[in-house]
């Protein structure tokens, strides 16, 4: 299954979620949000569930994973992670590249995973169409910084 990788110049792409131990997939998951990443943040954004339909129950829904240290690496805004987080309304940014993942119940708790295919073909063209379309992401300034 795959996940959305979201970059701080609004780039999209679809990643297969990498296989291996839970270290490993921790390992290619921070390699992928960016090389200063060191630990990851799992954030539940409001608008990934309100506006765009990602499903929210807790196991069996999608999240955003950002680097938890982000700010203190002076890394650039994500304008889709922060719309997502509701940054036009609070003024705290996401920044540096994001990933959107699944997550599903594992005999140990919550565990990540690949988006399941009917969500991954529901919000990856809705991320496409963000980027590629002037105006559908908040623009520089209109974020708190």
């Not at 296989?19 to 390699?31: F, H, M, T």
């Not at 765009?52 to 805004?77: A, F, K, R």
């Not at 496409?128 to 520089?140: D, I, R, W």
Request: with cysteine.
């Amino acid at each position: 299954m795959k996940i959305i990788r979201i970059t701080t110049e609004c780039e999209v792409s679809a990643v297969e979620f990498p296989a291996g131990s839970i270290s490993k997939q921790n390992e290619v998951l921070r390699k992928l949000i960016g090389p200063q990443c060191e630990l990851y943040e799992h954030v539940m954004p409001d608008r990934l569930y309100s506006v765009m339909g990602g499903p929210d129950t807790p196991g069996d829904c999608v999240s955003m994973l950002v680097d938890e240290e982000g700010l203190y690496h002076d890394l650039d805004i994500n304008f889709i992670g922060s719309w997502l987080y509701k940054t036009d309304i609070h003024g705290f940014p996401i920044v540096g590249n994001i990933l959107i993942v699944g997550e599903r119940w594992d005999r140990d708790g919550i565990v990540f995973c690949g988006i399941p295919d009917q969500q991954f073909s529901r919000l990856h063209p809705q991320f496409e169409h963000m980027a590629e379309k002037p105006g559908s992401v908040p623009k520089k300034g209109e974020i708190g910084q």
